[in-house]
């Protein structure tokens, strides 16, 4: 049974940084795309940042620059660091992992396994 379970999340001024972490387990796919995801109250589900079990990443626009996707495959561990953060990246950031190979996508219907979420919270 996959499980992917987020950690990292709290609250931070703006201009902070945080780091989440994404623990997963029972995931044996040798070929994968997992992403990073989050939602505000009242808004969409939006795709943050995705990497591929070859490495290959993808960012939406409004975090290039500011958040960094890595994997560590030794800990089965997905990261997002994310610096100069905003009050408008407060949301519940999810992780998220497919179970077949699309490539770096943030199309949140691709993405078959998820967690429960973290939250972050940024003040002005």
């Known amino acids: 049974q996959v499980r992917l379970v987020e950690s990292g999340g709290g609250p931070v001024q703006s201009g902070g940084s945080l780091r989440l972490s994404c623990a997963a387990s029972?995931?044996?796919?040798?070929?994968?795309?997992m992403g990073w995801f989050r939602q505000a109250p009242g808004k969409e589900r939006e795709g943050v940042a995705s990497i591929t079990s070859d490495g290959i990443t993808r960012y939406a626009d409004s975090v290039k620059g500011r958040f960094t996707i890595s994997q560590d495959n030794a800990k089965n561990t997905l990261y997002l660091q994310m610096n100069s953060l905003k009050p408008e990246d407060t949301a519940t950031y999810h992780c998220?992992?497919?179970?077949?190979?699309?490539?770096?996508?943030?199309?949140?219907?691709?993405?078959?396994?998820w967690g429960q979420g973290t939250q972050v919270t940024v003040s002005s």
């Open positions: 998220a992992a497919s179970g077949l190979y699309y490539g770096a996508v943030l199309v949140g219907r691709l993405y078959k396994y």
């Open positions: 029972g995931y044996t796919y040798s070929r994968y795309s």
